[in-house]
């Protein structure tokens, strides 16, 4: 099985997501509050859909490379040429 980068982004992204919740348990001051404001929730919500849409992607992939396979003509013997 072939790897999937949204399936390893979607799991590093839960990794960041735990460490973030972690980091606000103990960091709680207004500075919290901007970075919270200004970086981690458009970063979450940017990842969020960069996932989705690789997601879509990876899918689209895999489903013409099933049809690919699955509608190829078998090359006969004397159609290899060296």
């Known amino acids: 099985m072939t790897a999937r980068p949204d399936r390893d982004g979607d799991e590093q992204f839960g990794l960041l997501g735990i460490a973030w919740e972690e980091a606000v348990q103990r960091w709680q001051d207004e500075v919290a509050g901007r970075f919270d404001a200004d970086r981690w929730t458009p970063l979450a919500q940017r990842s969020r859909a960069y996932l989705e849409a690789l997601r879509t992607l990876m899918d689209v992939l895999e489903t013409a ?17 060296i």
Not at 65 to 81: F, N
């Open 65 to 81: 490379e099933r049809h690919r396979v699955l509608t190829a003509v078998p090359m006969a013997r004397s159609d290899i040429r």
